[in-house]
């Protein structure tokens, strides 16, 4: 294992979420709220029924709300954080141990793949993309999350993570071998600034930037804190 993923490794064996201030809990359920309906709404993730998806990255399963009702496998290096999972929602099964840059499934195995706030940490995120390629269906759709290069809003608890971390943009996903980037939308519009508030004020402020958010995207275009992607693969 190269000395970057090393530290990214020790980093997630060694994370508590409840080690850290009151404000960076809201500010991290703020962007699972807003992602949450973004992947709610979208036409192609609607489309999915009775079949395989893969989370990949799933860390401690902050979007197992999204999966639960389908057959879904979850996926990490992290040990500590697949162990945080089974004991958050008591799941005994379906969680494998690996490196995304070399991922234990046959080729053409899933109809979805999430792959949520795991490239940036990536080296190789090229690689780890051709890995998702590979090991996705045909047409079949993956849903990347990323810290966005080319956001106007810069939230340090996002980007300047004591780890390896290296925020891409959206020509990062363009021209991609065998992939057709379908959609392409930022979102996380809130001014580091409101950080600075008590909890309970920071709660009111988050619940109106909730509101606009979206909009937000269409004024200032790509350039909230987050990208989200579609990407299909090419038959
Ligand atoms: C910011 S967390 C995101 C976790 C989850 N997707 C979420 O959004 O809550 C990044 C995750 O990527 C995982 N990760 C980082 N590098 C990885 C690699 N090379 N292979 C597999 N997982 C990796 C980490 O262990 C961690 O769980």
Not at 49 to 73: F, R
Not at 123 to 141: F, G, H, S
Not at 218 to 235: M, P, S, T
Request: hydrophobic share 40%; with cysteine.
């Amino acid at each position: 294992m190269d000395k970057e993923k090393q530290t990214v490794k020790k980093f997630y064996d060694n994370w508590k979420i409840e080690n850290f201030p009151k404000y960076i809990n809201l500010l991290m359920e703020f962007e699972e709220d807003l992602l949450i309906n973004i992947i709610n709404n979208s036409d192609n993730f609607k489309k999915i029924k009775n079949n395989l998806i893969l989370d990949c990255g799933c860390g401690h399963g902050s979007y197992y709300n999204l999966t639960k009702e389908y057959n879904a496998i979850y996926f990490d290096f992290s040990t500590n954080l697949l162990k945080k999972f089974e004991k958050k929602h008591n799941l005994k099964t379906n969680k494998i141990c690996g490196d995304i840059s070399n991922l234990p499934f046959k080729d053409n195995s899933f109809d979805l793949i999430l792959c949520i706030n795991v490239l940036e940490h990536i080296k190789d995120y090229k690689k780890a993309l051709m890995e998702i390629k590979r090991v996705l269906k045909p047409n079949a759709m993956a849903i990347i999350v990323v810290v966005n290069k080319e956001s106007c809003i810069n939230e340090d608890i996002f980007n300047d993570f004591v780890v390896y971390h290296r925020p891409l943009k959206k020509s990062d996903f363009n021209n991609l071998m065998g992939f057709d980037l379908i959609k392409c939308i930022s979102f996380y519009f809130i001014p580091p600034l409101f950080k600075i508030f008590p909890a309970f004020i920071l709660k009111r402020i988050l619940s109106i930037f909730h509101k606009v958010d979206i909009k937000l995207n269409e004024i200032f275009k790509n350039k909230g804190q987050f990208l989200y992607i579609e990407l299909k693969k090419q038959e």
